[in-house]
């Protein structure tokens, strides 16, 4: 079996290239063929997915965007890349496999052979065959050779099945296989996260796959027989939250077992004589019917032998049952493997692929429940055989991990075909580098590896485990003394980590970096590299050719070096500099002094040690003498903090350039309008301003003018959002944003005193012919300057000048990431140079406080950003460049804002995050001194004082009959760091709430005043299961899933039994698919521009390079996915959007976990599909689950959560439920009139909604009054003659007419008693269509019915739009992101 990372389907070809699935109509099984292929060997796409311009789109991205003055879109034609894609006619092969009917199997041209194996392998009736060959008219076919390369190979060809003789290896793979499949329903390798398998529910709410069944399931729309009524805990206002439903029971994994017991036997290996008669190993098992048997693996099969647990006789018994797989021989001796093996196969091919293939890395679930822990075979062979990397697959040797990660990154790259490849084996490598990683840094943590310096202390050893470097981040040697010790050793390998990510992105050819890999377990953190050739055997003085050990004290430059690094300064932002080294000579470097440059006897130039890649971040580095501007001080800047490290975020260096981009336009523009004036008004002759500052205040008079009249905002310092291309699913960085220097970024002014987001504008009209002077500009910046007559070089010198920009004739922003480093000296002569680099920093720290956390806050108040917990926060955060150092200061802000209750939900998750990292700073020192047999006892004691209201939580120490005296005195040096081994056991909860809020003070510069975890939850509305869930996700902790009593004052929540496991908590790079990237970007541009049918073929493309390069499984397709399937709905086939969106919810589950907000958005999409394909109950099923996963994750009082309930309240209200339905829909119009404020369009539509259902309850009164009020929001917003406001009025008559009516029956009645004649009233029960549109209304789906003028009329005004944005002129703030999910497309 290939590694498991490989059973990876790319492109089934011929069949729609998103669907993984043939509908498998063909074989009579149903089985999905393909599901399990290996991804089409790229190679082989060269003519199928070449486009046209393929070599021109996409020059390396270092290159495409260099130039700052360029548009913003840098000479990428992406958007009107043109695709064209030959598919290569699949064709269809007939299968014979022994004691089987032939089949036919649709294949590739560009296929392997072995990938029909895999194809086999999968197969329910040949899946149990591992060791074969594929014969053609009795040749042998080559399992590594493409179909289309086979002679005679054609439509119609009859391919045999031939069992093949085995091998030691052979029967253990086949061993290790049929494992794999009696055990393919067990969840628990998922919940103990090996082997990239993680856990999915979805089709525990759909009752198995959506697709097919969906038409069996039409029940649904007979009314009755849906049971709507949600479980007591997902009523609004409930106040329990129980863990339980997270992680419901799956009746399909209650596996029927088929044997009791398979093992290797104890009488392996077989000796000399018995091996010439072809043993090659022995097998022990115990059938279900109890019946023991002992099997021998020979070179012809598997048959049974006379030995017994006690004696050896390795004779075949009478019968043998000799037979070629041991399936086959099982099957015979036991009646009940063989009813229950074909079963679970039955069910193991029904499965949605998408809940099986492996996950490019592991994720880990922090719950599970009490798993039976049966004997297995290979699990046991594995940990004791020290598995290193699929020794199987490789026979006989470890990876050398360098050597492969460097020639993938060495591959050629030419054209698409080739990047495809390329990108591919960068991705397999790395991510089967950071699971041998993360595996190598367990072991050396839990003590199983033994140290290449094992006489030292054990905080300062260093290990080497399957051609990985590990090392401890702990400051060794005093190597960080001056920087902060401890607290910088554990800084560093982040910050280095985000270095090799940059580099890596960058690309440049012959220059490389390690593969790192950071993990953190068990309150160590750990720093995976891989080795460079030749480093282990010489001292590093003499290997460092370039750069310095010492932090500066001594520094070497080189010129390969130097030449290279200079490829990388311009997307990164780096200057070159000088700084003097120890002989006072100058010595020229392109990258901060602690970045080295070694050669490697592969003759590489690698670069090590990354962590100053980027600049400083001066409001956390207090120097002597240098004062920070005014907008920090005053913010209370600079701020000691725990290590001298802290850097600026990538992010927000492009950020800052951008705004610093705008501001250049704009001075440059000011002057030709002030030089155009001196033309025409010659006679008088008046001076040009050539001082910039005069310009300065020239352009600031304007723009506080126009910020006065914008302040009907919230927020006077409010700026445009700044566009961080949210498109992408981007987790860790927004890195498609890696390589502009051109505009995108938010509007601005000098120093970042932002102004309002419509200054731009109102600059343009407020100035006449501004916009023709920007274009003047515009054509003045973009020349190299050699060709501007004096005049406008004039302009452009005072603009660079005013901007801080390093060259004088275009603009050009770098920064040296050597200022303000101790030990690091400039030469006299760039003295100057040096001040203008520290005016920089100063501006970049300034912007960050004063342009980019009110961005943050404001995009957080108009709701275009909506962080649920933790992760989406510190991901919100990151995207605008803001380190999470910064989240006292945010949350300060956010405090001060007048809309405060509007942030209310804002302000409770940042209070969560930084509760649970001053936790987990605790914790970290607390586990290092916590032996191995003490460890469940020391977690479960943390958490109690952590959450439980049980005032004095007591440890449990391990009973001391195990702890021997003697042995653990000895012993006690082996855990490095470790301490007194019982201090954990005297921490109490008063004392680590004390500790929290120290801790929140010294680090994050936050007052909380907390004594207890009763009093935090009172004070800051919080509640105790999202406190537990952000904890464990943190470090790494997996409790057992039950309900735990955290208010109990009697006893403690938690007992030793409820902790599972620990988990490492790994951070590493994220190769990028660049090609694919760009297809699904240019597939959003057409989709805003209203191309849907092009936009739709471009994102199938995406899909198909995606699938090519990642697998199938990853974040990115899962947004592919879920765009395809809102596409697919608005185009009408909702069918196909069912399918995808079921795809992106197992793949956010599988991917990003089950509780994730990402999850959490997709069961609501899918739920949305599901009602328009009339299965309202699967509907309701999903939105439930939705709302539970949301009420776990960040509670009731969030804006999204109105969003879910109006859902519910509709799909109820369509199934005539009305209380139930009521009940969810005042919930959201409380939460809207909360959120979005009582004159919002939203809270408009919320009213209309309830009126709606009071009318059908006919309790007309109040459904008048609630449309009243939606009425008078209409009318005050939109104006009388508005359509919303003129339907709102028709219904409101329309109400009157129905109440007036039932008025006049209910008269009737009490006039006349029974006999009186009773006008028929009209209830109606709503209308499926009506509860659709409704629907779409608030998902913000809308349709449009559009005339072809009109049609014409939004294109037009869409590519006016474009190219305004494409001139620096987005200074209007962006029109919605691009048409994906997070847009609610404003419905106000």
Same mark, same amino acid.
């Given at each position: 079996m290939v590694s498991k990372t490989d059973d990876i389907p790319a492109s089934v070809p011929d069949c729609n290239p998103v669907d993984l699935q043939l509908d498998g109509a063909q074989e009579g099984t149903g089985t999905s063929k393909g599901c399990l292929k290996e991804s089409c060997g790229c190679a082989g796409h060269s003519a199928e997915t070449a486009m046209v311009n393929g070599d021109g789109a996409h020059t390396e991205e270092g290159e495409s965007k260099q130039d700052g003055n360029s548009e913003a879109d840098g000479g990428e034609d992406s958007n009107e890349q043109e695709v064209i894609v030959i598919q290569d006619t699949g064709f269809t092969v007939k299968i014979q496999a022994p004691g089987t009917e032939p089949f036919d199997l649709q294949v590739s041209p560009q296929e392997m052979v072995q990938e029909i194996h895999q194809v086999l392998m999968d197969r329910e009736d040949t899946c149990h065959r591992t060791c074969f060959s594929l014969q053609l008219d009795g040749n042998v076919l080559d399992n590594f050779a493409e179909l289309k390369s086979i002679e005679g190979l054609q439509e119609g060809s009859l391919l045999k099945v031939v069992e093949e003789p085995y091998t030691v290896r052979e029967a253990r793979i086949h061993v290790r296989h049929i494992r794999d499949l009696l055990k393919s329903l067990d969840p628990s390798d998922a919940y103990n996260g090996v082997d990239c398998n993680s856990l999915s529910f979805l089709s525990i709410f759909t009752d198995g796959d959506l697709g097919d069944s969906g038409k069996r399931k039409k029940k649904g729309t007979e009314l009755e027989q849906i049971d709507c009524t949600p479980p007591e805990h997902i009523l609004p206002g409930s106040k329990e939250r129980p863990l339980v439903p997270l992680q419901p029971l799956n009746k399909d994994w209650k596996p029927m077992q088929c044997l009791k017991v398979l093992t290797m036997s104890g009488w392996n290996p077989p000796p000399g004589n018995r091996k010439m008669h072809g043993d090659l190993m022995y097998l022990y098992i115990v059938t279900v019917e109890e019946r023991h048997v002992s099997v021998t693996a020979s070179t012809r099969g598997f048959y049974l032998n006379q030995s017994t647990t006690y004696t050896f006789n390795p004779k075949p018994a009478n019968p043998s049952f000799l037979s070629h797989s041991l399936v086959e021989l099982l099957s015979q001796i036991s009646p009940a493997f063989k009813k229950n093996f074909t079963s679970l196969q039955k069910k193991r091919v029904q499965r949605h692929p998408f809940e099986r293939i492996a996950t490019p890395f592991q994720v880990y679930s922090w719950t599970a429940p009490q798993v039976d822990h049966a004997m297995d075979c290979v699990r046991a062979e594995d940990a004791y055989t020290s598995r290193l990397g699929y020794e199987e697959h490789i026979p006989g040797q470890t990876r050398d991990w360098n050597e492969e990660l460097q020639t993938t990154r060495e591959l050629p790259r030419k054209n698409l075909p080739e990047r495809l490849l390329r990108e591919r084996a960068i991705f397999k490598v790395h991510s089967d580098f950071a699971a041998a990683a993360t595996r190598g840094a367990m072991a050396v943590i839990d003590g199983n590896v033994m140290a290449i310096n094992p006489g030292e202390e054990t905080r300062m050893q260093m290990f080497i485990w399957n051609n990985i470097f590990f090392s401890l981040g702990f400051d060794v040697r005093d190597h960080y003394r001056e920087l902060g010790g401890d607290a910088a050793a554990h800084a560093a390998p982040t910050n280095d980590l985000n270095g090799v990510r940059a580099y890596g992105a960058v690309d440049v050819e012959g220059l490389y970096t390690l593969g790192t890999v950071v993990v953190d377990y068990r309150g160590y953190r750990v720093t995976a590299q891989s080795i460079i050739p030749g480093i282990l055997e010489r001292e590093q003085e003499q290997s460092v050719i370039y750069g310095s050990i010492d932090f500066g004290k001594t520094v070497v430059s080189h010129d390969k070096y130097l030449e290279l690094l200079d490829k990388t300064s311009r997307p990164l932002k780096v200057q070159q500099h000088k700084v003097l080294n120890e002989k006072e000579e100058s010595v020229e470097l392109c990258s901060s002094v602690e970045?080295?440059?070694?050669? @490697?006897?592969?003759?590489?130039?690698?670069?090590?040690?990354?962590?100053?890649?980027?600049?400083?971040?001066?409001?956390?580095?207090?120097?002597? @003498?240098?004062?920070?501007?005014?907008e920090s001080q005053h913010q209370g800047f600079p701020r000691q903090h725990r290590h001298r490290l802290a850097c600026l975020r990538q992010e927000l260096i492009e950020a800052f350039v951008e705004h610093r981009y705008l501001l250049f336009m704009k001075m440059a523009a000011l002057q030709l309008m002030q030089q155009k004036a001196n033309k025409d008004s010659s006679k008088t002759d008046v001076p040009a301003i050539t001082e910039t500052s005069a310009t300065d205040s020239n352009l600031d008079s304007t723009q506080t003018a126009s910020a006065q009249a914008s302040t009907d905002s919230t927020d006077p310092t409010d700026n445009s959002p700044s566009v961080a291309p949210q498109m992408a699913p981007e987790s860790e960085e927004s890195s498609s944003k890696l390589t502009t220097n051109g505009p995108v970024g938010p509007t601005g002014t000098q120093n970042g005193e932002c102004k309002s987001p419509l200054e731009g504008k109102e600059l343009e009209e407020s100035i006449p012919g501004l916009a023709q002077a920007k274009e003047l500009a515009e054509t003045l910046v973009s020349e190299d300057g050699s060709g501007m007559d004096p005049k406008s070089r004039e302009v452009v010198l005072n603009a660079c000048k005013a901007v801080g920009s390093i060259s004088n004739t275009s603009f050009d922003i770098r920064f040296n990431p050597d200022i303000f480093s101790p030990g690091v000296r400039f030469p006299e002569d760039t003295l100057e140079d040096v001040q203008k680099q520290k005016q920089l920093l100063k501006d970049a720290a300034a912007f960050l406080v004063t342009c980019q956390i009110p961005s943050l806050v404001k995009d957080c108040l108009d709701h275009s950003t909506l962080p649920m917990d933790g992760a989406t926060l510190t991901e919100a955060l990151h995207q605008r460049g803001i380190n999470v150092r910064y989240l006292g200061t945010v949350l300060e802000f956010v405090d001060k804002t007048p809309a405060k209750a509007q942030l209310e939900h804002f302000y409770r998750i940042g209070i969560v995050e930084l509760i649970t990292r001053c936790a987990k700073h605790i914790f970290r020192t607390y586990l290092q001194g916590v032996e191995l047999s003490a460890l469940?006892?020391?977690?479960?004691?943390?958490?109690?004082?952590?959450?439980?209201?049980?005032?004095?939580? !007591?440890?449990?120490?391990?009973?001391?009959?195990?702890?021997?005296?003697?042995?653990?005195?000895?012993?006690?040096?082996?855990?490095? @760091?470790?301490?007194?081994?019982? *201090?954990?056991?005297?921490?109490?909860?008063?004392?680590?709430?004390?500790?929290? *809020?120290?801790?929140?003070? $010294?680090?994050?510069?936050?007052?909380?005043?907390?004594?207890?975890?009763?009093?935090?939850?009172?004070?800051?509305?919080?509640?105790?299961?999202?406190?537990?869930?952000?904890? $464990? !996700?943190?470090?790494?902790?997996?409790?057992?899933?039950?309900?735990?009593?955290?208010?109990?004052?009697?006893?403690?929540?938690?007992?030793?039994?409820?902790?599972?496991?620990?988990?490492? !908590?790994?951070?590493?790079?994220?190769?990028?698919? $660049?090609?694919?990237?760009?297809?699904?970007?240019?597939?959003?541009?057409?989709?805003?521009?209203?191309?849907?049918?092009?936009?739709?073929?471009?994102?199938?493309?995406?899909?198909?390079?995606?699938?090519?390069?990642?697998?199938?499984?990853?974040?990115?397709?899962?947004?592919?996915?879920?765009?395809?399937?809102?596409?697919?709905?608005?185009?009408?086939?909702?069918?196909?959007?069912?399918?995808?969106?079921?795809?992106?919810?197992?793949? $956010?589950?599988?991917?990003?976990?089950?509780?994730?907000?990402?999850?959490?958005?997709?069961?609501?999409?899918?739920?949305?599909?599901c009602f328009a394909n009339g299965q309202l109950s699967t509907a309701l099923k999903l939105l439930y689950r939705a709302r539970y996963l949301m009420l776990l994750v960040c509670g009731e009082d969030h804006p999204e959560m109105a969003l879910i309930d109006s859902n519910i309240g509709l799909v109820l209200h369509g199934v005539m439920e009305y209380d139930l339905s009521l009940r969810f829909l005042e919930n959201a119009l409380t939460s809207n009139t909360k959120y979005h404020g009582a004159r919002s369009l939203k809270v408009a539509l919320s009213h209309h909604l309830v009126a709606r259902v009071y009318e059908s309850k006919a309790e007309f009164r109040s459904a008048l009054q609630h449309e009243k009020e939606g009425y008078t929001i209409y009318k005050n917003q939109m104006g009388e003659a508005h359509e919303k406001t003129k339907e709102s009025s028709d219904y409101l008559k329309y109400l009157t007419q129905q109440a007036v009516a039932l008025q006049r029956t209910m008269n009737e009645i009490y006039k006349n008693g029974s006999n009186a004649s009773i006008m028929p009233l009209k209830f109606t029960a709503p209308s499926m269509a009506s509860i659709l549109e409704q629907l779409n209304i608030i998902n913000g789906i809308i349709f449009i019915p559009l005339s072809q003028k009109d049609l014409e009329n939004l294109k037009a005004e869409v590519q006016r739009r474009q190219q305004l944005q494409e001139l620096g002129k987005s200074e209007e703030p962006a029109e919605g992101s691009p048409l994906e999910l997070e847009d609610k497309i404003p419905v106000d």
């Open positions: 970045c080295k440059g070694i050669i @490697g006897n592969d003759g590489r130039h690698y670069i090590l040690d990354l962590l100053r890649t980027f600049p400083p971040d001066l409001n956390f580095l207090p120097v002597d @003498g240098e004062e920070l501007s005014a469940s006892a020391a977690v479960s004691h943390f958490l109690n004082c952590f959450l439980s209201s049980f005032p004095d939580a !007591v440890a449990h120490l391990p009973p001391d009959e195990l702890v021997s005296r003697r042995k653990s005195r000895k012993r006690r040096n082996r855990v490095p @760091g470790s301490g007194d081994n019982t *201090a954990w056991a005297s921490l109490t909860p008063s004392e680590l709430w004390k500790n929290i *809020a120290t801790e929140a003070q $010294s680090y994050y510069h936050f007052k909380m005043q907390c004594e207890s975890v009763d009093q935090v939850v009172e004070k800051y509305g919080l509640q105790k299961t999202t406190l537990l869930r952000e904890i $464990s !996700v943190k470090t790494g902790i997996q409790i057992l899933l039950k309900e735990y009593n955290f208010d109990s004052r009697h006893k403690p929540a938690f007992t030793e039994e409820d902790i599972l496991n620990i988990f490492p !908590v790994v951070k590493h790079v994220n190769p990028k698919a $660049s090609d694919a990237f760009h297809f699904f970007q240019s597939g959003q541009a057409k989709v805003q521009q209203g191309f849907l049918k092009e936009g739709c073929e471009l994102i199938n493309e995406a899909l198909n390079l995606f699938n090519n390069v990642y697998g199938a499984m990853h974040v990115e397709i899962c947004a592919c996915l879920r765009l395809l399937a809102r596409l697919n709905y608005i185009m009408g086939d909702h069918a196909e959007a069912l399918s995808n969106q079921q795809k992106a919810v197992l793949m $956010s589950e599988r991917v990003l976990g089950i509780e994730h907000p990402n999850t959490i958005q997709e069961y609501m999409h899918l739920a949305l599909y």
